[in-house]
């Protein structure tokens, strides 16, 4: 089974940057599409961005398209997600996800969840 630990969350004034990271132990993710998702409060969870196993596809969620970034390196077993220009809407918990596939965290079924960091945008 693998874990997932995000850090990076925070609070940080609208315009500003974050950068998340989701660092996987007990196994490799090199594999395997990661990808990134949000909740607030009383809301369904939501996808935010995807990447595939060599990084070479990503897809992100329209509102975050152009400001938001997800990578990985492999040999760090780590995926990250820039997050610039974040504006209030964008306060969520953020979670990291390990797909059972490699390309698309939408093209199948999810392995692993982290805990979530919680972001915060203040206005």
């Known amino acids: 089974q693998v874990q997932l630990v995000e850090s990076g969350g925070g609070l940080v004034q609208a315009g500003g940057s974050l950068r998340l990271s989701c660092a996987a132990s007990?196994?490799?993710?090199?594999?395997?599409?990661m990808g990134w998702f949000r909740q607030v409060s009383g809301k369904e969870r939501e996808f935010v961005a995807t990447?595939?196993?060599?990084?070479?596809?990503?897809n992100y969620e329209g509102s975050v398209k152009g400001r938001f970034t997800i990578s990985r390196e492999n040999a760090k077993n780590t995926v990250y997600l820039q997050m610039n220009s974040v504006q209030p809407e964008d306060t969520a918990v953020y979670y990291c996800?390990?797909?059972?596939?490699?390309?698309?965290?939408?093209?199948?079924?999810?392995?692993?969840w982290g805990q979530g960091t919680q972001v915060t945008v203040s206005s």
């Open positions: 990447i595939s196993w060599n990084g070479g596809y990503t």
């Open positions: 996800a390990l797909a059972q596939v490699a390309w698309s965290v939408n093209s199948g079924d999810l392995e692993s």
């Open positions: 007990g196994r490799t993710i090199s594999s395997y599409a």
